[in-house]
């Protein structure tokens, strides 16, 4: 028997989380150290799933695959296995886990000292609140049991929720009280919102159980027989059904992802998050909607995603420009990071359903690239409202004459977020909007507003916070510290690497997407030549 390589994978943090939370209250730097030291364990295991994935032709879609029985009964089963998106996404899972443990490795410390009870141990429930949401995103990207996947995609709402309201960034605007409330209320909202779109799409899995038993017999919760089945022509799901269950599935997917109107919970949540929290919200924890949007809506619904097609576009171009526009607006710098993300969550939406391979393959990408690019930026805005204790642009100015290296790195992770060239955002973006353009022109050129608007937002925060006479307060900021520096450098390097040769990951995703756009039987569209003579005239 094989090697359990995806169970090992997201086990991994699972135990650490358990000895994390386990280390006597008196020993917190130890539980940093260990929780450090799972995370690191857990990258040698993705790297592991990178190295046996296999890319070459005639390579299974589904690998490093997983069958146990579990729930005979109800025809649940534990089966795990990754193609080549959700393979890149437990790595990107994996790899910025060590770094958000880095930069908040002082996080808790507030909280332990505000502590009236000694037995509570706030350092050792953070750090394994972080681990258990890593090994639950783990399973969802590596699940293909759709009962199994649900299971982990709601479970990791309740760490994320004690994160969030028990937690919470300290320099807000509000007394002690005040911000307690403004934390209590953004976790409560976030775990409302997902727990209703969560709420929806289980009555849509228990309704494709269903349609499968009637068609097929016994029902089923498996992706790959489901899969199968309609390949083979022996699951065949009304109009009616398929475009009711598609519904189902994506408004829970929409929810997590987050796409407009459903993305009110996310500025709030970020916005009230310590800044590693804030990172794992928007880089990890929501990448699971857009992923779950090419696995579960494309493949099990290609009819309905068909159909859908034209509303799910206006709904990812109003969130580009929205995003945008409420970004350009804000005070707040974590909400600005918060809706440039809702603005970025739209262009991957929008390539997911641009049913062509560039679109699919610059979405997969965008996943991993925004990831990157919103660690970096949005850690150094938390190592900047540390020193200060304000999350206000207008409390700053003048920071690149007292810390040169934090307003760099800034730059660095601000520049990559707007998609400037040669980093790996841009290659994402234009996949995206190439894949766009060849399909639905209209749609591209309105997106293409976005792209002025993030060089606004940006720039523009850059301007107010970096540049200028130094504001008050600030002639004696002290500059990032080896541990700041040593979380941000590997990321930039990171964006620039992909940006210049993303050629390694696109070989792995690829192949998945062509498997993708198969299921809802699209190829990409022809390219239009002009004949000679009407060129020549």
């Known amino acids: 028997m094989s090697f359990p390589l995806l169970t090992a994978t997201a086990l991994t943090p699972a135990i650490g989380a358990i000895a994390t939370a386990a280390v006597p209250a008196a020993r917190r730097t130890a539980a940093k150290w260990l929780a450090l030291l799972f995370s690191l364990a857990t990258v040698g295991f993705a790297a592991a799933v990178l190295l046996r994935f296999d890319t070459g032709a005639g390579a299974d879609r589904f690998q490093l695959t997983e069958s146990r029985s579990w729930i005979e009964d109800f025809g649940v089963r534990y089966e795990l296995g990754v193609d080549g998106i959700g393979a890149v996404m437990i790595a990107l899972t994996a790899v910025l886990l060590p770094f958000l443990i880095g930069a908040g490795w002082n996080d808790a410390d507030e909280a332990e000292h505000e502590a009236a009870n000694r037995r509570w141990r706030p350092t050792q429930g953070f750090f394994a609140l972080m681990l258990m949401v890593e090994a639950m995103v783990i399973m969802s990207f590596a699940a293909t049991d759709i009962f199994l996947f649900y299971i982990f995609f709601e479970a990791m709402l309740i760490p994320m929720y004690f994160l969030v309201g028990g937690f919470g960034d300290r320099a807000g605007e ?126 099990l619904f290609p009819e309905a995603s ?63 690239n925004h990831g990157i690019a919103t660690a970096a930026l949005m850690l150094v805005a938390g190592f900047l409202i540390s020193r200060r204790g304000s999350r206000l642009i207008a409390d700053y100015g003048g920071v690149q004459k007292t810390a040169p290296v934090l307003a760099g790195t800034f730059l ?126």
Request: include cysteine; glycine fraction near 10%; charged fraction near 15%.
């Open 174 to 299: 509000l007394d002690e009280e005040g911000q307690s409330r403004q934390r209590s209320y953004a976790a409560v909202k976030f775990l409302l919102y997902n727990l209703a779109g969560g709420l929806i799409m289980l009555a849509a899995v228990i309704g494709l159980y269903v349609a499968t038993a009637d068609q097929l017999g016994t029902g089923t919760f498996s992706l790959q027989a489901i899969l199968q089945a309609r390949a083979s022509g022996e699951l065949d799901l009304a109009t009616g059904t398929e475009r009711w269950l598609f519904l189902g599935f994506f408004l829970a997917f929409a929810v997590k992802a987050p796409l407009w109107p459903l993305h009110t919970w996310l500025p709030n949540a970020m916005g009230e998050a310590t800044a590693p929290v804030a990172v794992l919200i928007t880089a990890v924890v929501d990448k699971v909607g857009t992923f779950a949007m090419l696995r579960f809506c494309l493949g």
């Open 306 to 368: 068909d159909w859908a097609t034209p509303v799910v576009l206006v709904l990812a171009l109003i969130s580009i420009i929205y995003g945008a526009l409420l970004a350009l607006g804000q005070r707040d710098m974590k909400r600005l990071i918060a809706y440039a993300s809702v603005s970025h969550f739209g262009f991957i939406v929008l390539g997911v359903f641009a049913m062509t391979s560039q679109g699919q393959s610059g979405a997969t990408l965008y996943m991993i």
């Open 412 to 537: 660095i992770g601000g520049l990559a977020t707007l998609s400037l060239p040669g980093t790996g955002p841009f290659v994402s973006e234009f996949l995206v909007l190439v894949g766009t353009f060849s399909r639905y022109e209209t749609v591209g050129v309105i997106a293409c507003a976005g792209i002025v608007l993030a060089a606004l937002y940006v720039l523009v925060l850059y301007q107010r916070t970096m540049t200028g006479p130094v504001k008050a307060g600030l002639e004696k900021l002290p500059d990032l510290r080896v541990r700041e520096l040593a979380g941000g450098a590997p990321l930039i390097g990171l964006l620039i690497f992909l940006g210049v040769y993303p050629k390694p990951l696109t070989d792995i995703v690829n192949p998945a997407v062509e498997h993708t756009l198969s299921d809802v039987d699209q190829t990409d569209p022809a390219p239009h030549v002009v004949p000679e003579v009407e060129a020549a005239e």
